[in-house]
Nanobody, 128 residues
Framework: QVQLVESGGGLVQAGGSLRLSCVASGRTFSGYNVGWFRQAPGEEREFVAAISWGGGVTSYADSVKGRFTISRDNAKNTVYLQMISHKPEDTAVYYC?????????????????????WGQGTQVTVSS
């Protein structure tokens, strides 16, 4: 059974940067599309970014486009989320998740239900 473990969260000032990592164990990440989601207190979990199994295609929520970059290193079984120019509204618990099957650009592919395995999350707090 796969385990996804996120790391790299912390406290950052507005305008600062962080890089999150998501490492898979129990099986390879290869062949799986991977997404990052976030959940702020009292809010629903929302899509942030996703990357295709081969790394050639990415998608982003409008709120992070141009500031966040998702990438992957299948040899290290790791997916990254580089975040720059942080805003206070980026404060949330960030989760990685993966899903099998072909890459989809649909709205459905950006939903929580589309993903199967989830990590426990890492807290990102942005101070103003």
């Amino acid at each position: 059974q796969v385990q996804l473990v996120e790391s790299g969260g912390g406290l950052v000032q507005a305008g600062g940067s962080l890089r999150l990592s998501c490492v898979a164990s129990g099986r390879t990440f290869s062949g799986y599309n991977v997404g990052w989601f976030r959940q702020a207190p009292g809010e629903e979990r929302e899509f942030v970014a996703a990357i295709s199994w081969g790394g050639g295609v990415t998608s982003y929520a409008d709120s992070v486009k141009g500031r966040f970059t998702i990438s992957r290193d299948n040899a290290k079984n790791t997916v990254y989320l580089q975040m720059i120019s942080h805003k206070p509204e980026d404060t949330a618990v960030y989760y990685c998740a993966d899903r099998s099957g072909p890459w989809e650009s649909s709205v459905r592919a950006r939903t929580v239900k589309a993903y199967n395995a989830w990590g426990q999350g890492t807290q990102v707090t942005v101070s103003s």
